[in-house]
């Protein structure tokens, strides 16, 4: 990427530098509701564990592509769905990789706002780990006839907030993307049962 060139302005015999393209910031609403969560449920150490817990799980989507992969060594008749389970959940994540690094929005960084895990990265539209979790639940509520989108979603989701590190939007584009990925591998795999 090249450096922005100088524009001239003749009259006042300056060059001036336009504005380095800017990447989108969150609303003070939002960081206002990150700091409702994290001044409610975020207060409490067990919450807190619990959603560092879930974010290594959903670190790069390995929790999850290592529960496809133990079910597609138990329940050998299914294998191909196991493998659509780690295959959803993985391209669901690189998506959110290449989003992340075209609209290249910050993580929250508000003093006000807590963040309470280490992450891999600095950017967070959209979150990587909404969109895998989505991804997998939707692929594995599919395969195992439970609802487990309503149960494995928000937690995850909320998780990302009382960490301190997503936005709100971020969890919910996450979500939609990962939901959107689940639809394109129950597509495919409709097209190879014909």
Known sequence: ???PQPASDPDRGLHVVPDAPQAPVASPAEVKIINVVQG???RSPAVVKAARGMSYFGDHSLGWIGIAAVGALADKPRRRQWAGVAVGAFGAHAASVVIKRVVR???PHDSSVQVNVTTPG???FPSSHATSTTAAAVLLGRLTGLPLP???VPPMLLSRVVLGVHYPSDVLAGSALG???AAVVLAAEKRLAK
Request: glycine share 6%; hydrophobic share 50%.
């Open 1 to 3: 990427m090249t450096a």
């Open 40 to 42: 409610t449920i975020g």
């Open 179 to 181: 939901a959107a990925s």
């Open 105 to 107: 929005r910050r993580r």
């Open 122 to 124: 600095k950017l967070s």
């Open 150 to 152: 309503a149960v494995l």
